[in-house]
Each structure stands twice: as structure tokens, then as C-alpha cells.
């Protein structure tokens, strides 16, 4: 998975408490991105960096932050989760941005809120 | 909302058999990628197309882009068992935007040995 890793890999939460979700790169790229998969709905942006505390919003940005204070870390934070936050979430990489290069994916976060 | 859509949503064919599988999108791209997910697994990039080329080969990958019509198609030769994946393909719009891949909900192709 191209030297990109997530933790935790699943994880169980209730309805209203925090979660963080870390994504991690030995690749050195510049750009980072979350994503999250549902059934129907394909995969759909969260958020994503173009840089260290450089960042972004996406298409499903609403209930989520993330922070960016190295290169090789990503943070997802959910401040209070919903069970519509259900998901598996995707961290993603490029070198360049998407107008000029692939991106490559993490192993998934499988999230339950219950 | 979407960019792109795959048709048809799933597929079934035997082992051998050559696979096609439909994307269409609304607004003009600065290129399309195709994706491969495993079941329970990351999305592998298969290939990439820039809006000035009209076909792409890989492997026993073919892949076509048409403007005019806004769509494009992933085609594999010679399909094997290990080919049972969903497939996705994803947009990057031209201009404004140009950090974010727009993905469609995917082709779900299963290869029967």
C-alpha cells in the first residue's frame, strides 16, 4: 500500500465522543487525503493537504477537522460522532496534485458508531 | 454529487472472457483514472488519461476517453479469476478543483473460473 498506514484499523465508538483517525506516509509525498466509502455513494472527499498546515475542504467536509503538522502525519478528527459517520474511511497520497498524478490508498478504517 | 458513473453497476463473466465497463461524466476534466478495490482493501490506481489522449494501454488493459461524448471505458483482455474487483473511475475537473479526484460508485466485476 505504498507505504502508507492507518490506525486503528477498525474501531467500535458511541453516539458523541471524539475519535481520531491517523494516517501515515514514509513516501514523503506532498498532498494527503481523506476519504470515506459507502455503499451507494462511491468514495467521497473529506478533506485534503496540499502541505504542512495547509488544508482544505472537501465534499463531505461538515463534522470533521483534520490537522496537518508533518509531513509524513494526516489527522482525521471526529469531535462528536454520529451514526451517520458509520464508514470506512480512506487516507490517500499523491506527490503532485490530482490535475497531474495518482494518488495511492491506505489499507481503510472501518468506524462503527453506534 | 457525482462526477462520474460506471456502467453497468455489476458484471458477471467467465474466466477468458474480455471485460468492459462504461464511465460517464457531466463537466470537463483535466484527465480521468481508473481504480481497482479488492474486497475489504485500498483502492490500487490501474491507469490514467489525459483529455488530449483517446486511448491508453496497459497490460491487458485498453482504456478509452471520448470528450465529445463525456465518457470513457475500461476494457480487460482475457479476464482472470484474480480480476474480480470493483472498479471505479475518478475525475479531476479541469481548472479550479485540480486537487481533488471525484470518484463514481463503481463497476462490481466477478470472474468465474
Known amino acids: 500500500d505504498a507505504g502508507i498506514t492507518q490506525s486503528p484499523r477498525h474501531k467500535v465508538t458511541e453516539t458523541g465522543t471524539p475519535v481520531t483517525l491517523r494516517c501515515h506516509q514514509t513516501?514523503?509525498?506532498?498532498?494527503m487525503y481523506w476519504y470515506r466509502q459507502d455503499p451507494g455513494h462511491g468514495l467521497r472527499l473529506i478533506h485534503y493537504?496540499?502541505?504542512?498546515?495547509?488544508?482544505d475542504k472537501g465534499e463531505v467536509s461538515d463534522g470533521y477537522s483534520v490537522s496537518r503538522s508533518k509531513t509524513e502525519d494526516f489527522l482525521l478528527t471526529l469531535e462528536s460522532a454520529t451514526s451517520s459517520q458509520t464508514s470506512v474511511y480512506f487516507c490517500a497520497i499523491s506527490d503532485r496534485e490530482a490535475s497531474a498524478d495518482t494518488q495511492y490508498f491506505g489499507p481503510g478504517t472501518r468506524l462503527t458508531v453506534l | 454529487s457525482q462526477q462520474g458513473e460506471e456502467d453497468p453497476q455489476a458484471l458477471s463473466i467467465q474466466e477468458g472472457e474480455n471485460a468492459t465497463m462504461n464511465c460517464s461524466y457531466k463537466t470537463s476534466i483535466n484527465n480521468l483514472q481508473w481504480y481497482r478495490q479488492n474486497s475489504g482493501r485500498g483502492l490500487v490506481h490501474l491507469i490514467l488519461?489525459?483529455?488530449?489522449?483517446r486511448e491508453k494501454h496497459s497490460g491487458r488493459l485498453r482504456v478509452t476517453l471520448d470528450t465529445s461524448k463525456k465518457s470513457s471505458s475500461l476494457l480487460i483482455t482475457a479476464s482472470r479469476a484474480a480480476d474480480t474487483a470493483s472498479y471505479f473511475c475518478?475525475?479531476?475537473?479541469?481548472?479550479?478543483?485540480?486537487?481533488?479526484?471525484?470518484f463514481g460508485k463503481g463497476t462490481k466485476l466477478s470472474v468465474i473460473p
Open positions: 493537504s496540499y502541505g504542512v498546515k495547509d488544508t
Open positions: 488519461i489525459r483529455s488530449n489522449e
Open positions: 513516501e514523503n509525498h506532498r498532498y
Open positions: 475518478a475525475t479531476v475537473l479541469s481548472g479550479a478543483g485540480s486537487y481533488q479526484l471525484t
